[in-house]
């Protein structure tokens, strides 16, 4: 089920003996109780060094201490422990490896400790809509035991009329709510599985692109997502906007969040609300640019403050694109850099790529957090 690499480094060593840092699982704190991970006090960028990797976007587990990336083209999860350099990868059979399907999305809930992944039909991406064909799932996942709690084939709703399905987010009672790009929607997958329709597409035109990402506002049972309807992909600025669901609704109910400056970006992709700032910041993937910084001070969302940008003007960036950001550790946020595989190697389903940077953007996100409103 899992394939590791690497092996514990002096620097995780000392910190076990001074009984900072668990070297397995079993130590970490009870889901749902506040577990203080070790400071990851490395600050400067990172690699990650994992074959076929290709990061689309991340999540932190505060409870294990450990980081998981979607593998993009692999449909498989990589679980990467900083302190370490350790990667984990979780494969589901029958989906990781198939040429057609696509690891997109994750949502990490603190609570009970699972996951839950999106895998997606790479077909709606490639025509922009124009083929939403092909299976697109949900997997609930135990990274504690390795076992899969169920997988919900999203498609068996949708019938193949609208996909692009590429984000998750949880509300209180273990409900997920996946987003669709082509065009934009909403399924709702109870705690068991069972899938729903909750927000419908509000049109038939698969090539009216739509949300690309998702984030839970735990405790308010909210859903915040990004909206690129009239945005097209190739776009270098366009004029996305951010929208609030009430997770209570019967059905859902998109109200438009205001963004003070009303400064224009997109084309967006995914948000965050990293652990660190205890909802009162999101950080949202602008494709071409960068990474914009909001800032709710209360953090209800129900407006916001548009801070400013974190260009991607790193010389080694792989064709700009900015897909997610993650936290790791208590405190430390990246800009996770992707990039297309180029040539597909032979029996595969990705590139010969073995390296991947993560940028160190914490002390520009602390600078622009100092802006008075």
Same mark, same amino acid.
């Given at each position: 089920?899992?394939?590791?690499?690497?092996?514990?480094?002096?620097? +995780?060593?000392?910190?076990? +003996?001074?009984?900072?840092?668990?070297?397995?699982?079993?130590?970490?704190?009870?889901?749902?109780? %506040?577990?203080? #991970?070790?400071?990851?006090?490395?600050?400067?960028?990172?690699?990650?060094?994992?074959?076929?990797? $290709?990061?689309?976007?991340?999540?932190?587990?505060?409870?294990?201490?450990?980081? $998981?990336? #979607?593998?993009?083209?692999?449909?498989?999860?990589?679980?990467?422990?900083?302190?370490?350099?350790?990667?984990?990868?979780?494969?589901? !059979?029958?989906?990781?490896?198939?040429?057609?399907?696509? +690891?997109?999305?994750?949502?990490?809930?603190?609570?009970?400790?699972?996951?839950?992944?999106?895998?997606?039909?790479?077909?709606?991406?490639?025509?922009?809509?124009?083929?939403?064909?092909?299976?697109?799932?949900?997997?609930?996942?135990?990274?504690?035991?390795?076992?899969?709690?169920?997988?919900?084939?999203?498609?068996?709703?949708?019938?193949?009329?609208?996909?692009?399905?590429?984000?998750? +987010?949880?509300?209180?009672?273990?409900?997920?709510?996946?987003?669709?790009?082509?065009?934009?929607?909403?399924?709702?997958?109870?705690?068991?599985?069972?899938?729903?329709?909750?927000?419908? !597409?509000?049109?038939?035109?698969?090539?009216?692109?739509?949300?690309?990402?998702?984030?839970?506002? $735990?405790?308010?049972?909210?859903?915040?997502?990004?909206?690129?309807?009239?945005?097209?992909?190739?776009?270098?600025?366009?004029?996305?906007?951010?929208?609030?669901?009430?997770?209570?609704?019967?059905?859902?109910?998109?109200?438009?969040?205001?963004?003070?400056?009303?400064?224009?970006?997109?084309?967006?992709?995914?948000?965050?609300?990293?652990?660190?700032?205890?909802?009162?910041?999101?950080?949202?993937?602008?494709?071409?640019?960068?990474?914009?910084?909001?800032?709710?001070?209360?953090?209800?969302?129900?407006?916001?403050?548009?801070?400013?940008?974190?260009?991607?003007?790193?010389?080694?960036?792989?064709?700009?694109?900015?897909?997610?950001?993650?936290?790791?550790?208590?405190?430390?946020?990246?800009?996770?850099?992707?990039?297309?595989?180029?040539?597909?190697?032979?029996?595969?389903?990705?590139?010969?790529?073995?390296?991947?940077?993560?940028?160190?953007?914490?002390?520009?996100?602390?600078?622009?957090?100092?802006? %008075?409103?």
């Amino acid at each position: 089920m899992s394939n590791t690499m690497g092996s514990y480094s002096l620097f +995780a060593l000392l910190l076990a +003996a001074a009984g900072l840092f668990p070297l397995t699982s079993s130590s970490a704190t009870h889901h749902g109780k %506040k577990n203080e #991970c070790p400071p990851f006090n490395k600050p400067g960028n990172i690699t990650l060094h994992q074959y076929q990797l $290709y990061p689309e976007t991340g999540a932190w587990d505060r409870n294990r201490c450990v980081a $998981y990336f #979607c593998a993009l083209f692999n449909g498989s999860i990589a679980e990467y422990n900083p302190y370490t350099t350790k990667f984990t990868v979780i494969s589901f !059979p029958g989906i990781t490896h198939a040429p057609d399907q696509h +690891a997109s999305g994750i949502d990490y809930n603190p609570s009970t400790g699972l996951l839950h992944i999106v895998i997606d039909s790479q077909r709606p991406f490639l025509t922009e809509g124009a083929d939403v064909s092909g299976d697109n799932w949900l997997i609930r996942y135990n990274p504690s035991t390795r076992t899969e709690s169920w997988r919900a084939n999203l498609t068996s709703i949708t019938n193949g009329l609208w996909g692009g399905f590429q984000d998750v +987010a949880l509300d209180s009672k273990g409900n997920a709510y996946v987003i669709g790009t082509y065009p934009k929607s909403v399924l709702k997958v109870s705690n068991s599985g069972k899938i729903s329709v909750w927000y419908p !597409p509000q049109t038939t035109n698969t090539k009216v692109r739509g949300y690309t990402g998702a984030a839970s506002l $735990y405790g308010q049972d909210a859903l915040v997502v990004v909206d690129n309807e009239g945005v097209p992909e190739s776009e270098i600025v366009g004029n996305s906007n951010i929208y609030r669901f009430d997770l209570t609704k019967p059905t859902g109910i998109p109200i438009k969040i205001p963004r003070f400056p009303s400064t224009q970006f997109g084309p967006g992709d995914k948000i965050h609300f990293p652990p660190a700032y205890k909802q009162t910041v999101a950080l949202i993937a602008d494709d071409y640019r960068g990474t914009i910084v909001l800032r709710s001070k209360d953090g209800r969302w129900k407006e916001a403050e548009h801070l400013g940008l974190i260009p991607n003007d790193y010389p080694i960036f792989f064709e700009r694109i900015t897909p997610s950001t993650v936290q790791l550790g208590p405190k430390r946020q990246y800009l996770i850099g992707n990039n297309f595989p180029g040539p597909i190697v032979p029996g595969t389903t990705g590139g010969n790529h073995s390296d991947f940077p993560l940028f160190d953007i914490t002390r520009e996100v602390e600078k622009l957090l100092k802006k %008075k409103p």
